[in-house]
Each structure stands twice: as C-alpha cells, then as structure tokens.
C-alpha cells in the first residue's frame, strides 16, 4: 500500500512539472502553475479550470514554492526568439548565428544566455560571444564536426530554459532553424599541395575557396562570383598561417576563371613551431564558417 501510494505521488509531481511549463490544468484538480505569458501573474487550478491571478506589483511567480516572490528570487524568463540568421552553414563549424529577440540576459558573464542547437538525434552547444550580445541579441558560434541535419535553436537565460513555444512561435519553426551542409563547408573541398612543411614555409592549398576578399582588398562592384564574405583567418597545424607579408602584398590568393569560379588558391606563411604532418583550414565570415 505505501508503494503503491508512492507511484502515485511519483506520477502526480511527473505531471505537475510537465504542465508548470505549459499552464494547463487539464490534468491538476486543484494547485497553481506558472503563467506561461507573464511572470508576474500565475494560474490557479480550480477543479481542472484554470484561472489567471495577478501577483502584487513588483513580484513575480516562484513555482518552486508556489508564491509570489521577489524577481531575483522567482527565477521567471519570459524571453522571445523572433528568428535566427543564417539558416545554413558549415559543417566543420565557425558559422556565427544571430539570434535576435527579447528578454534575454543583460549579464553576459555568469548564467548569462546559453544557445543548443537541438534535433531529433543530437544535440551541440553553441558557444555564445559574450561581448557581441545584448537583450535583443545573442551571437554565438557553431561547434566544429557537426553532422549534416536540421537543427532548432534553443535558448536558456540565466539558467532558465525559454519556453519551446517562444522560440519562433512553436518548436519546429524554420525560422528558428539551422542545417550545416557540405555546401556551405569550405574546407571539405579544398587540400594541400604539399602535405607536410617547415615552420616558415610557405603554404598552398588548392580547392573550393568561396571568396576572393580579404580585409578591403576588392571593391564590392569588383567581386564576380557574388561572393561577398572575406575570408578571415588560415590556419595550420592550429596555427595561423599569413596571407600578407610584412609588405601588405598577398603569398597567394586568387579566384579561377577570372574570379567568376569558387575555386581558387591560397598562399600563406605558416607561423607556428610544428614540424611533419598537419590539418590546415580557413574561415570565413557569414554562413561559411570553417
């Protein structure tokens, strides 16, 4: 009898959690929820009828302890996802997500805002920039090997999960969506010439390079492969490979075909110590990544 009234008490708190985060009476008789829509207001639960009950000015619902309490105390997130920018990206990561909307934290550097990027099988943390976020913003950066699928941002603020159905109005909106593709990975076409080096040397790689702007190097009415994004950092052996001399003058950078193609080549002097074998790779800004 006494286990059996445990399960019983095991299923009734499973279902008190689940609909805390929905408002929904429909399976609690009597007992208060959170109001999904404000904080400062909760539902009482009256024989399965929900009933919307403000708090005192200046607190907010704590459903922890099922009172009204101070702000700081209560825990309440009340934060909007509008839409995410790009919805494509690079697999091998480096992709840099803006993901605008309300109510996020205005304190970057302890819970601060936190962004996963989640679908039916997994699921990869997106490592926020701290500096570039604000309440209307966030900015975060796509983890390295990803694997190719459609992904949905979620977002937590000050250690509180933001509901599912604020993220672009419920959780599968494409407008709160990410897919990392081949396409848009530019390092997975492109290869060394040489597959080893000395610190100092000179490397060159071939293949699908995007773009053929660095820093202000070209004009915009100069760029014929529509390709607008500038390349940003080479690196080799994790090391960052130079693609000016002391000059100002490029090893090597150049478009095929006149700069009508996407392939091309780099040249850049590798900086680090390393010796032997080594992976390099390159990033560039928008959906590129790395």
């Known amino acids: 009898m006494l286990a059996a009234h445990a399960f019983i008490n095991v299923i009734f708190i499973f279902l008190l959690e689940i609909n805390s985060v929905h408002g929904d009476c429909s399976t609690i008789i009597d007992g208060y929820l959170p109001d999904p829509n404000d904080c400062s207001s909760y539902i009482q639960c009256g024989h399965g009828i929900s009933h ?48 605008v909307g309300s109510g996020f934290s205005v304190n970057q550097y302890d819970a601060g805002n936190q962004v996963k990027l989640v679908s039916s099988y997994r699921e990869y943390d997106c490592p926020v920039l701290k500096d570039g976020t604000t309440e209307t913003r966030i900015i975060c950066y796509t983890p390295q090997n990803m694997v190719g699928d459609t992904y949905y941002i979620r977002v937590s603020v000050d250690g509180e999960a933001v509901l599912t159905n604020r993220h672009c109005g419920y959780s599968t909106d494409y407008r709160c969506a990410f897919t990392p593709s081949m396409w848009y990975t530019p390092t997975s076409l492109a290869k060394p010439q040489s597959q080893s ?29 529509g390709v607008t994004e500038r390349m940003l950092r080479v690196y080799a052996a994790g090391q ?38 080594f992976n390099a790779s390159f990033i560039i800004e928008g959906h590129y990544g790395r």
């Not at 209560?74 to 920018?85: K, L, T």
């Not at 060159?204 to 660095?214: A, E």
């Open 52 to 99: 919307t009950m403000p708090c005192p000015a200046g607190l907010h619902w704590n459903w922890r302890i099922n009172t009204c309490d101070w702000p700081a105390n209560a825990g309440c997130v009340i934060a909007d996802i509008s839409y995410v920018s790009p919805h494509y990206g690079s697999l091998n990561g480096e992709t840099r997500l803006t993901i």
């Open 197 to 225: 080096g000395l610190p100092g040397g000179i490397l060159h790689l071939n293949g699908k390079i995007f773009t053929g702007v660095y820093g202000s190097n070209v004009f915009p009415e100069e760029i014929k492969n």
């Open 240 to 277: 960052l490979c130079e693609l000016k001399a002391e000059n100002d003058t490029f090893y090597g950078f150049e478009l095929n075909n006149g700069g009508y193609s996407t392939y091309g080549y780099i040249k850049c002097l590798m900086k680090g110590t390393f010796v032997g074998n």
